[in-house]
Protein backbone atom coordinates (compact mmCIF):
# COMPACT_ATOMS: atom_id res chain seq x y z
CA UNK A 1 0.00 0.00 0.00
CA UNK A 2 1.36 3.74 -0.62
CA UNK A 3 2.57 5.78 2.19
CA UNK A 4 -0.30 8.00 3.02
CA UNK A 5 0.23 11.27 2.07
CA UNK A 6 1.67 14.29 4.84
CA UNK A 7 -1.39 16.68 5.67
CA UNK A 8 -1.66 19.55 7.65
CA UNK A 9 -4.62 20.80 8.65
CA UNK A 10 -5.61 24.53 10.03
CA UNK A 11 -6.58 24.37 13.33
CA UNK A 12 -8.22 27.84 12.97
CA UNK A 13 -10.27 26.42 9.97
CA UNK A 14 -9.39 23.11 9.61
CA UNK A 15 -8.16 24.30 5.46
CA UNK A 16 -6.01 21.19 4.81
CA UNK A 17 -2.42 21.50 2.86
CA UNK A 18 -0.40 19.35 1.70
CA UNK A 19 3.16 21.03 2.83
CA UNK A 20 3.51 22.81 6.15
CA UNK A 21 3.44 26.41 5.58
CA UNK A 22 3.94 29.12 7.97
CA UNK A 23 0.84 30.94 7.16
CA UNK A 24 -3.01 29.00 6.91
CA UNK A 25 -3.60 29.42 2.73
CA UNK A 26 -7.00 29.51 3.33
CA UNK A 27 -8.11 31.81 6.39
CA UNK A 28 -4.45 33.83 6.00
CA UNK A 29 -3.57 32.99 10.09
CA UNK A 30 -0.09 32.78 11.06
CA UNK A 31 1.28 29.11 12.35
CA UNK A 32 -2.05 27.84 12.40
CA UNK A 33 -0.77 24.19 10.41
CA UNK A 34 -0.69 21.01 12.70
CA UNK A 35 0.28 17.74 10.87
CA UNK A 36 -2.78 15.79 11.12
CA UNK A 37 -3.09 11.73 10.88
CA UNK A 38 -4.81 11.26 7.39
CA UNK A 39 -8.45 8.77 7.40
CA UNK A 40 -8.63 5.94 5.46
CA UNK A 41 -10.06 7.33 1.95
CA UNK A 42 -12.50 4.43 0.20
CA UNK A 43 -11.56 4.09 -3.57
CA UNK A 44 -13.47 6.64 -5.61
CA UNK A 45 -14.66 3.72 -8.29
CA UNK A 46 -16.78 2.06 -5.13
CA UNK A 47 -20.31 1.83 -6.43
CA UNK A 48 -23.13 3.32 -4.19
CA UNK A 49 -25.99 2.74 -5.69
CA UNK A 50 -27.41 -0.23 -4.17
CA UNK A 51 -27.44 -2.24 -0.91
CA UNK A 52 -28.71 1.08 0.87
CA UNK A 53 -32.14 1.70 3.00
CA UNK A 54 -34.81 3.39 0.60
CA UNK A 55 -35.65 6.95 2.46
CA UNK A 56 -38.86 8.63 3.13
CA UNK A 57 -40.06 12.13 0.88
CA UNK A 58 -42.11 13.97 2.68
CA UNK A 59 -43.85 17.10 1.05
CA UNK A 60 -42.96 20.66 2.45
CA UNK A 61 -46.68 21.56 3.69
CA UNK A 62 -46.64 18.10 5.27
CA UNK A 63 -48.34 18.85 9.08
CA UNK A 64 -46.94 17.10 12.01
CA UNK A 65 -44.26 18.06 14.32
CA UNK A 66 -42.94 21.64 13.67
CA UNK A 67 -40.47 22.11 16.74
CA UNK A 68 -41.76 24.72 18.91
CA UNK A 69 -39.21 27.10 20.43
CA UNK A 70 -38.33 27.12 23.88
CA UNK A 71 -37.13 30.33 25.53
CA UNK A 72 -34.05 30.06 27.63
CA UNK A 73 -35.37 32.55 30.54
CA UNK A 74 -33.05 35.26 28.80
CA UNK A 75 -35.24 37.94 26.54
CA UNK A 76 -32.24 39.48 25.59
CA UNK A 77 -30.80 35.52 24.72
CA UNK A 78 -34.46 34.53 23.21
CA UNK A 79 -33.71 37.31 20.57
CA UNK A 80 -30.50 37.24 19.48
CA UNK A 81 -31.48 33.76 18.88
CA UNK A 82 -34.45 34.66 16.63
CA UNK A 83 -37.15 33.36 19.21
CA UNK A 84 -35.51 31.15 21.17
CA UNK A 85 -34.13 27.83 21.54
CA UNK A 86 -34.90 24.57 18.66
CA UNK A 87 -35.22 21.52 20.02
CA UNK A 88 -32.73 19.09 18.13
CA UNK A 89 -30.46 22.23 17.20
CA UNK A 90 -26.63 22.56 17.54
CA UNK A 91 -25.23 25.98 18.83
CA UNK A 92 -21.92 27.09 18.70
CA UNK A 93 -20.90 30.19 20.84
CA UNK A 94 -17.95 31.36 20.44
CA UNK A 95 -15.86 34.40 22.40
CA UNK A 96 -12.89 35.67 23.80
CA UNK A 97 -12.15 33.92 26.95
CA UNK A 98 -12.95 36.04 30.26
CA UNK A 99 -16.10 37.34 28.11
CA UNK A 100 -19.16 35.92 30.12
CA UNK A 101 -19.94 32.44 27.85
CA UNK A 102 -19.82 30.50 30.60
CA UNK A 103 -21.65 33.05 33.14
CA UNK A 104 -24.15 33.43 30.37
CA UNK A 105 -25.36 29.71 29.80
CA UNK A 106 -25.00 28.80 33.55
CA UNK A 107 -27.80 32.07 33.52
CA UNK A 108 -29.75 30.02 30.87
CA UNK A 109 -29.61 26.32 32.16
CA UNK A 110 -30.54 27.52 35.70
CA UNK A 111 -33.75 29.44 33.94
CA UNK A 112 -34.67 26.66 31.55
CA UNK A 113 -34.28 24.30 34.92
CA UNK A 114 -36.61 26.97 37.01
CA UNK A 115 -39.14 26.93 33.77
CA UNK A 116 -39.73 23.01 34.44
CA UNK A 117 -37.72 21.54 31.80
CA UNK A 118 -34.50 19.66 32.45
CA UNK A 119 -31.07 21.50 31.74
CA UNK A 120 -27.56 19.93 31.70
CA UNK A 121 -24.30 21.49 31.97
CA UNK A 122 -21.16 19.51 31.96
CA UNK A 123 -18.17 21.66 32.14
CA UNK A 124 -14.65 20.27 31.15
CA UNK A 125 -12.99 23.44 32.23
CA UNK A 126 -13.98 23.65 35.33
CA UNK A 127 -14.48 21.66 38.76
CA UNK A 128 -18.36 21.35 39.79
CA UNK A 129 -17.14 22.73 43.05
CA UNK A 130 -15.93 26.15 41.41
CA UNK A 131 -19.27 25.81 39.25
CA UNK A 132 -21.50 25.88 42.36
CA UNK A 133 -19.59 28.57 43.59
CA UNK A 134 -20.27 30.80 40.88
CA UNK A 135 -24.19 29.48 40.78
CA UNK A 136 -24.12 30.31 44.82
CA UNK A 137 -22.92 33.94 43.70
CA UNK A 138 -25.16 34.32 41.23
CA UNK A 139 -28.17 33.48 43.64
CA UNK A 140 -29.07 30.35 41.28
CA UNK A 141 -27.98 27.03 43.43
CA UNK A 142 -31.60 25.94 44.10
CA UNK A 143 -31.99 26.09 40.15
CA UNK A 144 -32.35 22.04 39.63
CA UNK A 145 -29.61 21.85 36.87
CA UNK A 146 -27.73 19.06 36.62
CA UNK A 147 -23.88 19.97 36.70
CA UNK A 148 -21.27 17.58 36.34
CA UNK A 149 -17.65 18.25 35.28
CA UNK A 150 -16.74 15.81 32.67
CA UNK A 151 -14.80 15.59 29.52
CA UNK A 152 -14.88 12.28 27.90
CA UNK A 153 -17.53 12.11 25.42
CA UNK A 154 -18.10 8.70 26.37
CA UNK A 155 -18.90 9.19 30.32
CA UNK A 156 -21.27 12.08 28.82
CA UNK A 157 -23.10 9.88 26.14
CA UNK A 158 -23.34 7.02 28.29
CA UNK A 159 -24.83 9.19 31.48
CA UNK A 160 -27.02 11.13 29.04
CA UNK A 161 -28.50 7.46 27.73
CA UNK A 162 -29.65 6.27 31.15
CA UNK A 163 -31.41 9.82 32.25
CA UNK A 164 -34.62 11.47 30.73
CA UNK A 165 -33.28 13.96 27.42
CA UNK A 166 -32.73 17.26 28.91
CA UNK A 167 -34.23 20.48 27.18
CA UNK A 168 -31.26 22.32 27.06
CA UNK A 169 -27.36 20.48 27.09
CA UNK A 170 -24.96 22.84 27.41
CA UNK A 171 -20.94 21.85 26.96
CA UNK A 172 -18.09 24.11 28.34
CA UNK A 173 -15.97 23.80 26.54
CA UNK A 174 -15.88 21.78 23.04
CA UNK A 175 -12.37 22.12 23.06
CA UNK A 176 -12.25 20.64 26.23
CA UNK A 177 -13.76 17.44 25.17
CA UNK A 178 -12.26 13.83 24.13
CA UNK A 179 -13.11 10.72 22.35
CA UNK A 180 -11.46 7.75 23.20
CA UNK A 181 -12.01 6.79 19.22
CA UNK A 182 -10.46 9.82 18.08
CA UNK A 183 -6.40 9.93 17.91
CA UNK A 184 -5.31 13.46 19.19
CA UNK A 185 -4.85 15.43 22.40
CA UNK A 186 -8.46 17.43 22.95
CA UNK A 187 -8.69 20.52 21.48
CA UNK A 188 -6.89 19.21 18.14
CA UNK A 189 -9.09 19.61 15.02
CA UNK A 190 -9.88 15.70 14.58
CA UNK A 191 -10.73 15.66 18.68
CA UNK A 192 -12.90 19.09 18.29
CA UNK A 193 -14.80 17.38 15.50
CA UNK A 194 -15.05 13.78 16.25
CA UNK A 195 -16.77 15.30 19.88
CA UNK A 196 -18.96 17.66 18.37
CA UNK A 197 -20.12 15.18 16.05
CA UNK A 198 -21.30 12.70 18.52
CA UNK A 199 -22.79 15.51 20.62
CA UNK A 200 -24.36 16.85 17.94
CA UNK A 201 -25.92 13.17 16.65
CA UNK A 202 -27.62 12.50 20.11
CA UNK A 203 -29.01 16.04 20.35
CA UNK A 204 -30.84 15.80 17.06
CA UNK A 205 -31.47 12.20 17.82
CA UNK A 206 -33.06 13.14 21.31
CA UNK A 207 -34.58 16.87 20.67
CA UNK A 208 -32.21 18.58 23.44
CA UNK A 209 -31.32 22.31 22.20
CA UNK A 210 -27.34 21.69 22.27
CA UNK A 211 -24.94 24.42 23.07
CA UNK A 212 -21.10 24.16 22.83
CA UNK A 213 -18.63 26.45 24.24
CA UNK A 214 -15.81 27.52 21.88
CA UNK A 215 -13.44 29.79 22.66
CA UNK A 216 -12.09 32.06 20.18
CA UNK A 217 -7.60 31.39 19.99
CA UNK A 218 -5.09 33.70 18.22
CA UNK A 219 -2.60 30.58 18.40
CA UNK A 220 -3.04 27.60 16.57
CA UNK A 221 -2.65 25.28 19.66
CA UNK A 222 -6.52 24.60 20.15
CA UNK A 223 -8.52 24.37 17.55
CA UNK A 224 -10.87 27.34 17.04
CA UNK A 225 -14.60 27.10 16.96
CA UNK A 226 -14.31 28.17 12.97
CA UNK A 227 -13.69 24.17 12.64
CA UNK A 228 -16.76 23.72 13.60
CA UNK A 229 -19.22 26.63 11.41
CA UNK A 230 -20.35 24.33 9.30
CA UNK A 231 -21.45 21.44 11.88
CA UNK A 232 -23.94 23.35 13.60
CA UNK A 233 -27.11 25.02 12.98
CA UNK A 234 -26.55 28.11 14.99
CA UNK A 235 -23.53 29.92 15.48
CA UNK A 236 -23.69 32.98 18.03
CA UNK A 237 -20.79 35.50 19.05
CA UNK A 238 -20.35 36.92 22.50
CA UNK A 239 -18.82 40.11 22.31
CA UNK A 240 -17.66 42.90 24.15
CA UNK A 241 -14.75 44.89 25.72
CA UNK A 242 -13.65 43.12 28.89
CA UNK A 243 -12.07 46.72 30.51
CA UNK A 244 -16.43 47.75 29.38
CA UNK A 245 -19.43 46.51 30.91
CA UNK A 246 -21.39 45.99 27.78
CA UNK A 247 -21.62 42.72 26.35
CA UNK A 248 -23.21 41.79 22.81
CA UNK A 249 -24.79 38.12 21.90
CA UNK A 250 -24.64 38.15 18.03
CA UNK A 251 -26.04 35.57 15.67
CA UNK A 252 -23.49 35.18 12.65
CA UNK A 253 -25.15 32.23 11.04
CA UNK A 254 -28.45 30.94 12.29
CA UNK A 255 -30.77 28.33 9.83
CA UNK A 256 -33.85 29.17 11.92
CA UNK A 257 -33.67 32.77 11.79
CA UNK A 258 -32.28 36.43 11.05
CA UNK A 259 -28.52 36.70 12.14
CA UNK A 260 -29.48 40.76 12.12
CA UNK A 261 -30.96 40.86 15.78
CA UNK A 262 -28.44 41.28 18.97
CA UNK A 263 -28.85 40.37 22.76
CA UNK A 264 -27.44 43.12 24.81
CA UNK A 265 -26.45 42.57 28.05
CA UNK A 266 -24.16 44.23 30.69
CA UNK A 267 -21.52 42.37 33.59
CA UNK A 268 -22.49 42.94 36.80
CA UNK A 269 -21.31 41.69 39.88
CA UNK A 270 -24.71 39.12 39.86
CA UNK A 271 -23.70 38.16 36.75
CA UNK A 272 -25.17 39.35 33.32
CA UNK A 273 -27.80 41.91 33.53
CA UNK A 274 -30.48 41.99 30.33
CA UNK A 275 -30.54 45.35 28.74
CA UNK A 276 -33.96 45.29 27.30
CA UNK A 277 -33.51 49.22 25.66
CA UNK A 278 -29.85 49.54 25.04
CA UNK A 279 -30.37 52.56 22.55
CA UNK A 280 -28.37 55.39 25.61
CA UNK A 281 -25.86 53.16 26.66
CA UNK A 282 -23.45 53.68 23.85
CA UNK A 283 -24.01 57.74 24.74
CA UNK A 284 -21.11 59.50 26.61
CA UNK A 285 -24.03 61.41 28.49
CA UNK A 286 -22.07 64.76 28.60
CA UNK A 287 -24.16 68.03 28.66
CA UNK A 288 -21.62 70.32 26.34
CA UNK A 289 -20.82 69.53 22.95
CA UNK A 290 -17.61 68.54 22.05
CA UNK A 291 -15.79 68.93 19.42
CA UNK A 292 -15.34 65.57 17.20
CA UNK A 293 -18.16 63.86 18.55
CA UNK A 294 -20.71 63.25 16.73
CA UNK A 295 -23.76 61.25 17.36
CA UNK A 296 -25.25 58.33 15.08
CA UNK A 297 -28.53 56.01 15.17
CA UNK A 298 -27.07 52.62 14.34
CA UNK A 299 -29.60 49.58 13.65
CA UNK A 300 -29.39 46.71 15.05
CA UNK A 301 -31.80 43.87 14.00
CA UNK A 302 -34.98 45.95 14.52
CA UNK A 303 -34.00 47.98 17.20
CA UNK A 304 -32.32 51.27 16.75
CA UNK A 305 -28.99 51.88 18.94
CA UNK A 306 -27.54 55.59 19.10
CA UNK A 307 -23.64 55.32 19.50
CA UNK A 308 -21.05 58.67 19.77
CA UNK A 309 -18.21 58.66 17.32
CA UNK A 310 -15.11 60.64 18.40
CA UNK A 311 -12.43 61.55 16.59
CA UNK A 312 -9.07 63.01 17.50
CA UNK A 313 -6.80 64.76 15.04
CA UNK A 314 -3.33 65.19 15.96
CA UNK A 315 -1.21 67.81 13.63
CA UNK A 316 2.38 66.91 13.20
CA UNK A 317 5.76 69.08 13.09
CA UNK A 318 7.75 66.56 11.57
CA UNK A 319 7.47 64.81 8.84
CA UNK A 320 7.13 61.62 10.17
CA UNK A 321 4.37 59.02 8.92
CA UNK A 322 1.11 59.80 10.61
CA UNK A 323 -0.84 57.19 12.64
CA UNK A 324 -4.25 56.07 12.18
CA UNK A 325 -5.85 54.22 14.52
CA UNK A 326 -9.44 52.92 14.65
CA UNK A 327 -11.21 51.03 17.76
CA UNK A 328 -14.78 49.95 17.10
CA UNK A 329 -14.60 50.69 13.11
CA UNK A 330 -12.85 49.37 10.03
CA UNK A 331 -10.15 50.42 8.96
CA UNK A 332 -9.94 50.40 5.37
CA UNK A 333 -13.48 52.23 5.67
CA UNK A 334 -11.56 55.11 7.13
CA UNK A 335 -9.16 55.70 4.90
CA UNK A 336 -12.05 55.81 2.32
CA UNK A 337 -13.55 58.58 4.02
CA UNK A 338 -10.44 60.10 4.54
CA UNK A 339 -9.56 60.07 0.53
CA UNK A 340 -13.25 61.32 -0.17
CA UNK A 341 -12.34 64.14 2.40
CA UNK A 342 -9.28 65.29 0.85
CA UNK A 343 -10.48 64.40 -2.95
CA UNK A 344 -14.14 65.98 -3.16
CA UNK A 345 -13.77 68.48 -0.40
CA UNK A 346 -9.84 69.83 -0.30
CA UNK A 347 -9.76 69.08 3.09
CA UNK A 348 -5.99 67.76 3.94
CA UNK A 349 -5.09 65.08 6.77
CA UNK A 350 -2.02 64.57 5.03
CA UNK A 351 0.48 65.47 7.95
CA UNK A 352 -1.73 65.11 10.49
CA UNK A 353 -2.62 61.71 13.37
CA UNK A 354 -6.31 60.52 12.94
CA UNK A 355 -8.02 58.54 15.62
CA UNK A 356 -11.21 57.12 15.71
CA UNK A 357 -13.15 55.37 18.51
CA UNK A 358 -16.48 53.95 18.93
CA UNK A 359 -17.84 54.77 22.67
CA UNK A 360 -18.72 52.41 25.08
CA UNK A 361 -16.73 49.52 23.13
CA UNK A 362 -19.42 49.39 20.97
CA UNK A 363 -18.22 48.05 17.74
CA UNK A 364 -19.81 49.72 14.28
CA UNK A 365 -20.69 47.67 11.22
CA UNK A 366 -23.63 50.02 9.74
CA UNK A 367 -22.58 51.44 6.32
CA UNK A 368 -24.97 54.37 7.42
CA UNK A 369 -22.81 55.53 9.91
CA UNK A 370 -20.36 57.05 7.06
CA UNK A 371 -21.67 60.72 7.54
CA UNK A 372 -21.59 60.51 11.72
CA UNK A 373 -17.89 59.92 11.17
CA UNK A 374 -17.32 62.30 8.66
CA UNK A 375 -18.75 64.68 10.80
CA UNK A 376 -16.97 63.52 13.85
CA UNK A 377 -13.47 64.22 11.71
CA UNK A 378 -14.08 67.19 10.18
CA UNK A 379 -15.41 68.59 13.95
CA UNK A 380 -12.28 67.74 15.14
CA UNK A 381 -10.14 69.22 11.84
CA UNK A 382 -12.26 72.56 12.58
CA UNK A 383 -12.29 71.99 16.74
CA UNK A 384 -15.80 73.29 16.40
CA UNK A 385 -18.49 71.16 18.11
CA UNK A 386 -21.16 70.06 15.81
CA UNK A 387 -24.91 71.54 16.97
CA UNK A 388 -26.06 70.47 19.70
CA UNK A 389 -28.50 67.50 20.00
CA UNK A 390 -27.75 66.52 16.24
CA UNK A 391 -27.37 63.33 14.87
CA UNK A 392 -26.05 62.25 12.00
CA UNK A 393 -26.60 59.29 9.38
CA UNK A 394 -26.11 58.40 5.46
CA UNK A 395 -23.56 56.24 3.73
CA UNK A 396 -20.80 58.30 1.71
CA UNK A 397 -19.81 57.34 -2.16
CA UNK A 398 -16.54 57.62 -3.39
CA UNK A 399 -17.87 60.95 -5.35
CA UNK A 400 -18.70 62.71 -2.00
CA UNK A 401 -22.66 62.04 -2.34
CA UNK A 402 -24.56 61.38 0.66
CA UNK A 403 -26.35 58.03 -0.08
CA UNK A 404 -30.26 56.73 1.83
CA UNK A 405 -30.13 54.90 4.54
CA UNK A 406 -32.31 51.61 5.05
CA UNK A 407 -34.93 52.63 8.26
CA UNK A 408 -34.42 56.16 8.29
CA UNK A 409 -37.72 56.95 9.72
CA UNK A 410 -37.38 54.20 12.55
CA UNK A 411 -33.62 56.09 13.50
CA UNK A 412 -34.73 59.37 13.64
CA UNK A 413 -37.73 58.79 15.66
CA UNK A 414 -35.94 56.97 18.17
CA UNK A 415 -33.64 60.28 18.11
CA UNK A 416 -36.26 62.50 18.71
CA UNK A 417 -38.01 59.58 21.49
CA UNK A 418 -34.34 60.49 23.72
CA UNK A 419 -34.45 64.74 23.14
CA UNK A 420 -32.30 64.87 19.70
CA UNK A 421 -33.39 67.50 17.67
CA UNK A 422 -31.64 67.96 14.94
CA UNK A 423 -30.87 65.68 12.16
CA UNK A 424 -28.57 65.82 9.46
CA UNK A 425 -28.67 62.88 6.25
CA UNK A 426 -29.29 62.41 2.71
CA UNK A 427 -31.90 64.17 0.29
CA UNK A 428 -34.22 60.68 0.19
CA UNK A 429 -36.05 60.13 3.38
CA UNK A 430 -38.93 59.48 4.48
CA UNK A 431 -41.06 59.46 8.20
CA UNK A 432 -39.00 62.18 9.70
CA UNK A 433 -40.98 62.91 12.83
CA UNK A 434 -42.15 66.68 12.96
CA UNK A 435 -40.75 66.94 15.86
CA UNK A 436 -37.48 66.66 14.51
CA UNK A 437 -35.92 69.02 12.13
CA UNK A 438 -34.21 67.95 9.07
CA UNK A 439 -31.43 69.23 7.44
CA UNK A 440 -30.39 67.48 3.93
CA UNK A 441 -26.28 67.23 3.18
CA UNK A 442 -26.54 65.68 -0.59
CA UNK A 443 -22.78 66.49 -0.87
CA UNK A 444 -20.29 65.83 1.97
CA UNK A 445 -18.79 68.78 0.86
CA UNK A 446 -21.91 70.72 2.26
CA UNK A 447 -20.56 68.85 5.97
CA UNK A 448 -17.46 70.53 5.26
CA UNK A 449 -18.82 73.89 4.89
CA UNK A 450 -21.59 73.92 7.49
CA UNK A 451 -19.06 72.53 10.09
CA UNK A 452 -15.87 74.85 9.02
CA UNK A 453 -18.57 77.68 8.50
CA UNK A 454 -17.19 78.65 5.25
P1 LIG B 1 -16.85 33.63 32.38
O1 LIG B 1 -18.29 33.35 32.25
O2 LIG B 1 -16.04 32.68 33.20
O3 LIG B 1 -16.17 33.80 30.95
P2 LIG B 1 -15.88 32.70 29.81
O4 LIG B 1 -16.63 31.48 30.13
O5 LIG B 1 -16.32 33.38 28.54
O6 LIG B 1 -14.40 32.49 29.80
O7 LIG B 1 -16.74 35.12 32.96
C1 LIG B 1 -15.56 35.55 33.44
C2 LIG B 1 -15.56 37.01 33.79
O8 LIG B 1 -16.80 37.57 34.15
C3 LIG B 1 -14.66 37.17 34.96
O9 LIG B 1 -13.57 37.96 34.53
C4 LIG B 1 -15.46 37.83 36.01
C5 LIG B 1 -16.66 38.32 35.35
N1 LIG B 1 -17.86 38.16 36.18
C6 LIG B 1 -18.48 39.26 36.75
O10 LIG B 1 -18.04 40.40 36.58
N2 LIG B 1 -19.60 39.07 37.50
C7 LIG B 1 -20.11 37.85 37.73
O11 LIG B 1 -21.15 37.74 38.43
C8 LIG B 1 -19.46 36.72 37.14
C9 LIG B 1 -19.98 35.33 37.36
C10 LIG B 1 -18.36 36.91 36.37
MG1 LIG C 1 -15.82 29.63 30.68
Redesign the pocket.
Known amino acids: MAKPKRRYVCQECGGVSHRWQGQCPDCAEWNTLVEDVPATVFSQKHDLSGGGRAVEFVALDQPGEMPVRQSTGLAEFDRALGGGLVPGSAILMG ?12 QAAAAVARGGQSAVYISG ?2 ASGQVRL ?1 AA ?2 GLADAPVRLAAATSVRDILTTLGGIEPPGLLVI ?2 IQTMYSDTIEGAPGTVSQVRGCAFELIRYAKENGSALVL ?1 G ?1 VTKDGTIAGPRVLEHMVDVVMS ?1 EGE ?1 SH ?1 YRILRALKNRFGAVDEIGVFA ?6 EEVANPSLLFLSGREEPLAGSAVFPAMEGTRPVLVEIQALIVRLQSGATPRRAVVGWDNGRLAMLLAVLEARCGLNFSAAEVYLNIAGGYRLTDPAADLAVAAALVSALADRPLPDRSIWLGEVSLAGEVRPVAHGGLRLREASKLGFGIAFGPSDMAGAPSELEYRTVGQLAKLVDRVMGT
Do not use: C, W, Y
Open positions: GDPGIGKSTLLLEERRLDSVHFRQMAGEGL
